[in-house]
């Protein structure tokens, strides 16, 4: 009668657990929403006559989902570009956001400590139109100012995808 019992908690449970599961609907980033960033990015990069840029972009859980290199971007951007798409996949902020926090007011943060964290421009949070991040991109080889507005351009070819 025990394992019954057991049995009907453990099947409920399971039941239970899947029905939440399938309620809870979590936006992800797509490999194509990814693409259109980084080759809007880079159209506008040509389009305004910047430096050549490296594009990282990655998702919710801060994993990789695409890099992109042009044509004679400098080798020491690669590691700036992923620490700054990172830093905005962790955390749903501008990396421009970090430094202006940072260097505000009269007490020390700490947060420019962190390892890894970016606290200049150039990496901008994934959002969906509601409001779900779901990832990072970073660019850097123009300047930040440049590498922001670069990577805004990404975002703003992708909005469509990201509803």
């Known amino acids: 009668m025990k394992s019954i019992g057991t049995a009907l908690v453990a099947?409920?449970?399971?039941?239970?657990?899947?029905?939440a599961l399938a309620g809870e609907q979590r936006a992800i980033l797509t490999l194509e929403a990814a693409k259109v960033i980084a080759e809007?990015?880079?159209?506008?990069?040509?389009?305004?006559?910047?430096?050549?840029?490296?594009?990282?972009i990655y998702d919710q859980?801060?994993?990789l989902k695409y890099f992109s290199r042009t044509d004679d971007a400098q080798r020491g951007s690669i590691q700036v570009a992923m620490l700054k798409g990172q830093t905005s996949a962790n955390f749903p902020r501008s990396t421009r956001s970090f430094g202006e926090f940072i260097y505000k007011g009269d007490r020390p943060h700490g947060a420019q400590h962190v390892p890894g964290l970016?606290?200049?421009p150039g990496g901008?949070?994934?959002?969906?139109?509601d409001g779900q991040h779901v990832g990072g991109v970073?660019?850097?080889?123009?300047?930040?100012?440049?590498?922001?507005?670069?990577?805004q351009a990404g975002l703003d070819a992708a909005a469509?995808?990201?509803k």
Do not use: H, N
């Open 124 to 129: 901008l949070p994934i959002m969906t139109a």
């Open 40 to 56: 809007a990015c880079e159209a506008k990069a040509v389009e305004m006559g910047w430096r050549p840029v490296i594009i990282a």
């Open 138 to 151: 970073g660019v850097s080889g123009a300047t930040s100012d440049q590498d922001e507005e670069c990577a």
């Open 61 to 63: 859980g801060a994993d």
């Open 118 to 120: 970016v606290i200049f």
């Open 11 to 19: 099947a409920l449970t399971l039941t239970l657990g899947a029905a």
């Open 160 to 162: 469509e995808l990201l």
